[in-house]
Structures are given as structure tokens and as C-alpha cells.
């Protein structure tokens, strides 16, 4: 797999103690208001953040054409091609956007990174069971952060708190959350004090792991 480092989105001093990578969501790509939103938000904290494309988002952005993802091993193959050319795994912290979270999640042992953050963690399909997308969790070694809004429709508190999950997963809880962690206005917060809440729990973690 031929990744060269001009691919990446880069954000925050590149000689920060600690670098992020941030892998997108299957239908949103790298640059997507999300994204820019968290990546911005880790930077200004101080460090130094990646952000990158799986393949198929990549051809998306060439010729315009919506696409399913790549196949699972094609995405792992491209997170483990990402992660050595991103410098010393023990101070780096990867994840990113629900299946780019995901992703990282499965080769963030075998690589030796500090951590792992995700942002709207699928645990499962809309309406679906969690099948085989919960195996290697319960056995997961890499300290994780999970930030999580409380009604995601893919992993709600209600749904997560019957998972047997190893103890090197912890959450941040999106009060009200959904899968984009946007609270309803209902319930007298905003989505903008939802982002800054999540980004500043992601970025304290970053520190501790791999600054």
C-alpha cells in the first residue's frame, strides 16, 4: 500500500509532544465539518493532528462518485500504512469518526499506539444487533477513549452499558447525544457546547497517552 505523507491533512505545531490521527466516517470525508470541527479543536490544544482518506473516499474525491467503503482488510491494511509512516506508535494516539474509529481500534494493539479515541463508536447497525463487531473489545489492550452521546443510535449508554467490555475502554458521555454527538434542543444544550465538551476530553487524553 503506497501512502505518501502529502496525503494527510496536518493541523497543530508538528513538533507537539503527542500526534493524533483521524480517520473519517464511512459516508463523510476527511475535511467534512465534523472533522475539521475536531481536528481544529485538538490543534488549538496543542497537538499535533493528521487527518487522511481510505481509498475509496480518495477516488470519491476525483470523480464525484458516492461509493461503499473499502473492504475491512484494505482499511486495516491502510491504517497500518498510515501509523508507520506517522512516527514512533508510542506517541501517537489514533481513531477518528465512527468506522475510522473502528478501524483503528482493530490494529491499535498489534501497532503499539498510546491510545485510541473514538467519536461515535459503532457498536452496531441502526436496529441491529452487535454480532462479531464486539470481539475484539472485550479483550482490547490499548487504553481507549470513547465519546459517546447518550441516544447513538449506534451504540447507545443504554445499549453499551449490557456489553462486556476490557477494561481499557472508558467513555465520555455526550449528554443527549447522537451519532454526530447533537444534542436536541430539548434538552438545553447546544451542539457547539456538545463538540467543545467532546474535543476537550479528547485532547486531555491525547496529553496523558502519548504526550
Known amino acids: 500500500m503506497n501512502l505518501i505523507c502529502s496525503d494527510f491533512l496536518t493541523d497543530g505545531p508538528e513538533d507537539a509532544a503527542a ?18 470541527e475536531v481536528a481544529i479543536g485538538l490543534a488549538t490544544a496543542g497537538h499535533h493532528v493528521l487527518r487522511f482518506e481510505f481509498p475509496y473516499m480518495a477516488q470519491r474525491r476525483i470523480d464525484g462518485k458516492r461509493r461503499p467503503p473499502d473492504r475491512q482488510p484494505v482499511l486495516l491494511e491502510y491504517w497500518r500504512s498510515v501509523i508507520a509512516q506517522a512516527g514512533n506508535p508510542k506517541h501517537l494516539v489514533i ?17 503499539g499506539v498510546a491510545g485510541v479515541v473514538a467519536c461515535g463508536f459503532p457498536f452496531h447497525a441502526p436496529g441491529k444487533p452487535p454480532g462479531a463487531r464486539l470481539d475484539h473489545l472485550t479483550s482490547l489492550a490499548t ?62 487524553f491525547t496529553q496523558r497517552m502519548a504526550g
Open 19 to 36: 500526534t493524533i490521527i483521524l480517520a473519517h466516517g464511512a459516508g463523510a470525508p476527511a475535511d467534512s465539518d465534523f472533522m475539521n
Open 95 to 111: 481513531g477518528g469518526k465512527s468506522m475510522g474509529a473502528r478501524m483503528a481500534s482493530l490494529v491499535a494493539d498489534e501497532t
Open 143 to 204: 487504553p481507549s477513549l470513547l465519546v459517546q452521546g447518550t441516544r447513538d443510535a449506534l451504540g447507545s449508554k443504554e445499549d453499551v452499558a449490557g456489553y462486556d467490555l476490557a477494561p481499557s475502554i472508558a467513555f465520555h458521555w455526550i449528554e443527549d447525544g447522537d451519532h454526530n454527538l447533537k444534542p436536541r434542543k430539548k434538552s438545553g444544550l447546544t451542539h457547539e457546547e456538545a463538540m467543545a465538551d467532546a474535543i476537550a476530553a479528547a485532547a486531555d
